[in-house]
């Protein structure tokens, strides 16, 4: 949820943190060229790419610009790096998992997420 992810931007992030943002696609398509990324996800986008129609085209994704926006201007209002990466499967269990990998990674985990619709 939008207002969820302004108050973790707010209230959470500090100078020289990451922020992920994670966007689950409901469903994958067999034949997509994203079919080496179903397990793992994509690679990491930064900010500036998530913002780019050829690049989220590659992904079958559609990104939200009222979300961008809020990036845009807490990266460098905060000094916070802006990462993106996709995932396809079911949002709860890809939540789920996603957070429990980053808390193995960093040693620290939030869950922030909210029902996702196919875009």
């Known amino acids: ?5 302004k108050w973790a931007i707010d209230n959470l992030t500090d100078k020289g943190d990451a922020l992920y943002i994670i966007h689950v696609k409901p469903s994958f398509d067999v034949e997509s060229r994203n079919l080496q990324w179903v397990n793992s996800g994509s690679l990491l986008i930064p900010l500036s790419e998530f913002r780019e129609p050829d690049i989220m085209k590659k992904y079958d994704a559609k990104t939200d610009v009222e979300v961008l926006n809020m990036c845009d ?3 460098p209002q905060k000094e916070i790096i802006v ?3 996709i995932y396809w499967g079911d949002p709860r269990e890809k939540v789920l998992e ?9 040693g620290t985990s939030l869950k922030l997420s909210s029902q996702l619709k196919n875009v």
Do not use: R, Y
């Open 83 to 85: 990462v993106a990466k």
């Open 98 to 106: 996603v957070s429990s990998q980053l808390k193995n990674i960093l």
């Open 1 to 5: 949820e939008k207002k969820t992810l």
């Open 73 to 75: 201007i807490a990266s």
